[in-house]
T-cell receptor
C-alpha cells in the first residue's frame, strides 16, 4: 500500500545514545517533515524538507539532524538522546502544492531513560 | 511558533449526540485542516478548508473556515462509537513557509454507547 512508512515502531534508548528514525514514502512527494507529539502539546514541527538536498528547521530542531539524499527517504537522527526527547515521532509527506493535506506515518514511540 | 488554541480539551458524549469543537489562532491562516488520530496511529485528514467563510462537509462531519481567518470549527452529527479519538485542527500560513502545518493541542472525544 502506498503511504509513509516509519521504523522502528518502538525504541528505548539510554541517555547519550544516538539513533536514526527512518521514514520512507512511495508517493513521489517533494515535501517531507518530522513532528513530535507530546501530551497536551499537539504536534510540533522538528525539521522539514521541500525536496532532495534541501532541509530546514522547524519549531523544535535542537538535538536533531536530518538529511534528504533521495525523494523517498527522510531520516531523523538523534545525536545524543536526552530524557526530554521521550515522545512519539511522526513523519509526514505532502505533494508540495498548497491544496492537499499531509499523509502521516504511524509513528515511532521513543523512550529515553 | 504559531499558537493554536483548541477547545474543549476533552468531551464525553452519549452515542447519537452532536459534537462541536473549535480552534483559534493568534494569526491569520490561509488553510485550515482537521485531522483525527486513532490510538497508535498517525493523524488522518478529515476535512481541508481553503477560503474564509468556506463550509465543507464530509459525511457526518462539517467544518468551517472562520471569516476572520483566525478560527475554524468542526461539528460531528449523530456521533457513533467509532468517532472516538483525538481531533486536531491544523493551520497553514504562507508567511511561515507555505507547507508547514501548525497543530492545535487536540480534543479527545469519548463516545458512550
Amino acid at each position: 500500500n502506498a503511504g509513509v512508512t516509519q521504523t522502528p515502531k518502538f525504541q528505548v534508548l539510554k541517555t547519550g545514545q544516538s539513533m536514526t528514525l527512518q521514514c520512507a514514502q512511495d508517493m513521489n512527494h517533494e515535501y517531507m517533515s518530522w513532528y513530535r507529539q507530546d501530551p497536551g502539546m499537539g504536534l510540533r514541527l522538528i525539521h522539514y524538507s521541500v525536496g532532495a538536498g534541501i532541509t530546514d528547521q522547524g519549531e523544535v530542531p535542537n538535538g536533531y539532524n536530518v538529511s534528504r539524499s533521495t525523494t523517498e527517504d527522510f531520516p531523523l537522527r538523534l545525536l545524543s538522546a536526552a530524557p526530554s526527547q521521550t515522545s512519539v515521532y511522526f513523519c509526514a509527506s505532502n505533494s508540495g502544492t498548497a491544496t492537499y493535506g499531509y499523509t502521516f506515518g504511524s509513528g515511532t514511540r521513543l523512550t529515553v531513560v | 511558533g504559531q499558537q493554536l488554541n483548541q477547545s474543549p480539551q476533552s468531551m464525553f458524549i452519549q452515542e447519537g449526540e452532536d459534537v462541536s469543537m473549535n480552534c483559534t489562532s493568534s494569526s491569520i491562516f490561509n488553510t485550515w485542516l482537521w485531522y483525527k488520530q486513532d490510538p497508535g496511529e498517525g493523524p488522518v485528514l478529515l476535512i481541508a478548508l481553503y477560503k474564509a467563510g468556506e463550509l465543507t462537509s464530509n459525511g457526518r462531519l462539517t467544518a468551517q473556515f472562520g471569516i476572520t481567518r483566525k478560527d475554524s470549527f468542526l461539528n460531528i452529527s449523530a456521533s457513533i462509537p467509532s468517532d472516538v479519538g483525538i481531533y486536531f485542527c491544523a493551520g497553514r500560513s504562507y508567511q511561515t513557509g507555505a507547507n508547514n502545518l501548525f497543530f492545535g493541542t487536540g480534543t479527545r472525544l469519548t463516545v458512550i454507547p
